[in-house]
């Protein structure tokens, strides 16, 4: 019951940060910490961007690749569509030579395509919609200290959003929104050596430098299954 109860209050405020309409639901943060050559990480997770698969692999000494894809499609007088796919190149290494502490960094490319509505319902006037496609470039730094049975990961995600096709009911012929975010989130992962559970929750907050102020998610929350071998 208490878990319950949590799972509730989780939720809830998940659904407070989020808004009728959005052009950006963040999917999870790619963050496999990586603690030595020739490792590879895969992951699923579901969440409030739906279901997000993630891969990675150390392929020389300090350096990494990293991808994802993430698919949403809700249907209910609130629908949400959402689709991105990401790429990114990266270092690791370990923090200090005597402990669990590593530090790794990653820039990359992500293409986005997001659609949202609502119906007419009480206290809105008339039905409203908000749509966009984007490409997105990224830099995520992430800190993790890792044990033999849990692992924490801090992370910050810095984005350049440059919209392609951007579509509301509250804007005629808009100009094409340019914008800067900033994700930092917290992930813990527990289990053995080869696969663990893992939790990831962030805020996201994003500041538009060019065109309308456009709708997005603050809060997002994760939960899934991470391989390592």
């Not at 997001?114 to 007419?120: H, K, M």
Request: hydrophobic share 35%; charged share 15%; net charge neutral.
């Amino acid at each position: 019951m208490k878990n319950l109860l949590i799972l509730s209050v989780f939720l809830s405020a998940l659904l407070l940060l989020s808004s009728c309409t959005t052009v950006y639901i963040p999917n999870e943060i790619n963050a496999p910490a990586f603690n030595e050559p020739n490792q590879f990480k895969g992951g699923i997770s579901i969440g409030n961007s739906g279901t997000n698969l993630q891969l990675g692999y150390s392929f020389y000494k300090h350096f990494a690749a990293i991808g994802d894809v993430s698919y949403l499609d809700r249907k209910s007088s609130e629908p949400r569509f959402q689709r991105t796919w990401s790429l990114g190149l990266g270092y690791f290494t370990r923090i200090k030579q005597a402990d669990s502490m590593f530090y790794e960094v990653f820039g990359g490319y992500s293409n986005g395509r997001t659609n949202s509505a609502y119906e007419d319902q009480f206290l809105t006037n008339g039905p409203g919609y908000e749509n966009a496609d984007y490409n997105r470039f990224y830099v995520t730094q992430n800190i993790s200290v890792q044990q033999e049975f849990i692992d924490f990961i801090i992370s910050v995600r810095f984005s350049y959003f440059n919209f392609t096709r951007y579509e509301s009911h509250e804007f005629i012929n808009p100009v094409m929104p340019q914008a800067i975010g900033i994700e930092p989130a917290i992930k813990i992962r527990i289990g053995g050596e080869f696969l663990k559970l893992k939790f990831q929750l962030g805020y996201n907050l994003i500041n538009s430098i060019k065109g309308p102020d456009f709708n997005y998610d603050r809060g997002f929350g994760l939960v899934g299954l991470e391989c390592s071998f």
